[in-house]
């Protein structure tokens, strides 16, 4: 099943994406699923799940959150909001109520700064995010690589154009496992290209 998961609405104050649009435009794009991450809220997520009457497609209720020390962490499969902003609280707070975590964009600005212990709490790595240098996902992989961290690829779409620009393909799973899936590491970042705004450094 391919995912796109990480997708802003207009919950995000920096998205403008009604989540309608957000199911429709990524059913055409040939989506399975998808999770609706805001900024700091799972309101959008919420919606778009009960919004989604489609049997064929999921949508993971999540949230990115903007730690104190201006990490990005997404949990997923959220039922609460979170509240933490300190690095660890967050990852413990997302896995309490049963989310898996992963690291968005580790090396958008510059190194990443997250220590070895927070790491290595981590379920997975963004290894692909469509609005991020080249050169800065392939930092990212490495990262992955070198703490044995399953990755994922996706958009983190502000805009209806950029859903589905990141992919990630969960093998062998079906809608109620997904959660283990990740966990256990069964992704792969497939099909993905990037927002044309973040062409730079291949130019
Ligand atoms: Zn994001």
Redesign the pocket.
């Known amino acids: 099943m391919i995912f796109d998961p ?1 997708i ?1 609405s207009k919950y ?1 104050g920096d998205s403008a994406i009604e989540p309608a649009i957000i199911l429709k435009v990524a059913k055409k794009m040939g989506l399975d699923g998808i999770a609706v ?1 805001d ?1 700091l809220t799972i309101k959008g997520g919420i919606e778009t799940r009960k919004m989604n009457l489609d049997p064929d497609f999921y949508v993971i209720v999540g949230s ?1 959150i903007e730690t104190n020390n201006k990490e ?1 962490l ?1 949990g997923l499969f959220l039922t609460e909001e979170i509240k933490s902003r300190d690095t660890e609280d967050v990852i413990t707070e997302i896995k309490a109520q049963g989310g898996v975590v992963f690291w ?2 580790p090396f958008r600005f510059g190194k990443n700064v997250l220590h070895s212990d927070a790491i290595e709490q981590l379920d997975l790595i963004e290894g692909f995010n469509s609005k991020t240098s080249a050169s800065r996902n392939m930092l990212a992989q490495q990262l992955a690589r070198e703490y044995d961290k399953p990755v994922v690829g996706a958009s ?1 779409a ?1 805009q209806a154009v950029e859903i589905g620009n990141g992919k990630t393909l969960v093998h062998d799973t079906s809608f109620d496992k997904i959660r283990e899936a990740l966990v256990s590491g069964k992704t792969q970042i497939v099909d993905s290209c990037l927002s044309y705004d973040y062409l730079d450094d291949m130019l």
């Open positions: 990480h802003h995000s991450t900024h990115e990005d997404v968005a964009h983190d502000h």
